[in-house]
């Protein structure tokens, strides 16, 4: 159905205009899912057009009204189908449905992917309306709508490239419906203070004092591999480094911050931090130990 909307020229015509509603803006984001492994082209006509991606999904034979729904983002392979792989037997004994995005480096390169999409090429903010970021909650609507599941909410991983893009998307997108989301492993971080420029940290970047407070509320879980060390040789970006020498170092310093600046703003850190003893940066293994925090 669509809007008209009609005004009258100098008394002596109609002008009418017919706008779209949001259900059909919501239909035009309309996708299939017609088997129980596969892949789809998704174009998020709410947001950038412009920039597709191809989500891998699994999907149960019968997928009930409860049926959940489950995003897993992949690092910085750009291999969507390869996060599918890692995430079917678990949708699979969870009787979930599996989202597996990938931001190709065609239309996320560099660090657009990594930085959920917030920024330009010269590295400035966008719009909001144009973020990465928003593709997934397009993507649940969209998704949802097409299986006939009518949870209001989402599980969401994301290793490593996938934890930066995850992270913020907790840190930015307040009203985002994840029930929980597990960030495992970024390279690099947000950091949640005004001190540091944006994309690194606050300052400059989108207004923040609500958003971060409400962020710090969230069922959000950090996941490191004490092992995860490394990267320590491989030549980061000046504004990376300075948050640690190495990702481990890193997550250790971004908890530790976050816990402080919600000290400071007066607000409970609902945040967890889970360190698996033993494990690198290995993809199977981390993204394993990230799903097991989704069952209770």
Same mark, same amino acid.
């Given at each position: 159905?669509?809007?008209?909307?009609?005004?009258?020229?100098?008394?002596?015509?109609?002008?009418?205009?017919?706008?779209?509603?949001?259900?059909?803006?919501?239909? $035009?984001?309309?996708?299939?899912?017609?088997?129980?492994?596969?892949?789809?082209?998704?174009?998020?006509?709410?947001?950038?057009?412009?920039?597709?991606?191809?989500?891998?999904?699994?999907?149960?034979? *019968?997928?009930?009204?409860?049926? $959940?729904?489950?995003?897993?983002?992949?690092?910085?392979?750009?291999?969507?189908?390869?996060?599918?792989?890692?995430?079917?037997?678990?949708?699979?004994?969870?009787?979930?449905?599996?989202?597996?995005?990938?931001?190709?480096?065609?239309?996320?390169?560099?660090?657009?992917?990594?930085?959920?999409?917030?920024?330009?090429?010269?590295?400035?903010?966008?719009?909001?309306?144009?973020?990465?970021?928003?593709?997934?909650?397009?993507?649940?609507?969209?998704? $949802?709508? *097409?299986?006939? *599941?009518?949870?209001?909410?989402?599980?969401?991983?994301?290793?490593?490239?996938?934890?930066?893009?995850?992270?913020?998307?907790?840190?930015?997108?307040?009203?985002?419906?994840?029930?929980?989301?597990?960030?495992?492993?970024?390279?690099?971080?947000?950091?949640?203070?005004?001190?540091?420029?944006?994309?690194?940290?606050?300052?400059?970047?989108?207004?923040?004092?609500?958003?971060?407070?409400?962020?710090?509320?969230?069922?959000?879980?950090?996941?490191?591999?004490?092992?995860?060390?490394?990267?320590?040789?491989? $030549?980061?970006?000046?504004?990376?480094?300075?948050?640690?020498?190495?990702?481990?170092?890193?997550?250790?310093?971004?908890?530790?911050?976050?816990?402080?600046?919600?000290?400071?703003?007066?607000?409970?850190?609902?945040?967890?931090?889970?360190?698996?003893?033993?494990?690198?940066?290995?993809?199977?293994?981390?993204?394993?130990?990230?799903?097991?925090?989704?069952?209770?």
């Amino acid at each position: 159905m669509r809007r008209i909307f009609c005004v009258q020229i100098l008394g002596v015509a109609l002008l009418c205009l017919i706008l779209p509603n949001s259900a059909d803006a919501q239909a $035009r984001n309309a996708v299939a899912l017609p088997d129980t492994l596969g892949s789809f082209e998704f174009r998020d006509r709410r947001g950038d057009p412009a920039r597709p991606i191809r989500v891998w999904y699994y999907r149960p034979a *019968s997928v009930s009204p409860t049926a $959940r729904v489950l995003f897993l983002l992949h690092g910085s392979s750009r291999t969507g189908q390869q996060a599918q792989a890692l995430g079917t037997q678990f949708a699979r004994a969870n009787n979930m449905v599996l989202l597996a995005p990938e931001f190709s480096a065609e239309h996320y390169p560099d660090l657009a992917y990594d930085f959920g999409g917030m920024t330009g090429a010269n590295g400035t903010l966008r719009p909001d309306s144009l973020w990465g970021l928003n593709i997934i909650e397009h993507l649940f609507d969209a998704v $949802r709508a *097409s299986v006939g *599941s009518a949870d209001s909410t989402y599980d969401i991983v994301g290793h490593s490239a996938g934890g930066q893009f995850l992270h913020r998307l907790v840190l930015f997108v307040p009203g985002a419906r994840f029930r929980r989301a597990v960030v495992s492993s970024p390279g690099r971080y947000a950091f949640p203070v005004a001190e540091v420029a944006f994309p690194y940290g606050l300052g400059g970047g989108p207004p923040d004092s609500l958003s971060r407070r409400r962020a710090f509320g969230r069922d959000d879980i950090l996941v490191l591999g004490d092992k995860d060390v490394a990267d320590q040789a491989r $030549r980061w970006e000046p504004e990376t480094t300075a948050q640690g020498r190495n990702r481990f170092a890193r997550g250790l310093r971004f908890f530790a911050s976050a816990a402080e600046e919600a000290t400071a703003a007066g607000v409970p850190l609902a945040w967890r931090l889970e360190i698996v003893h033993g494990v690198d940066h290995d993809p199977p293994r981390m993204v394993q130990a990230a799903l097991r925090l989704l069952r209770d």
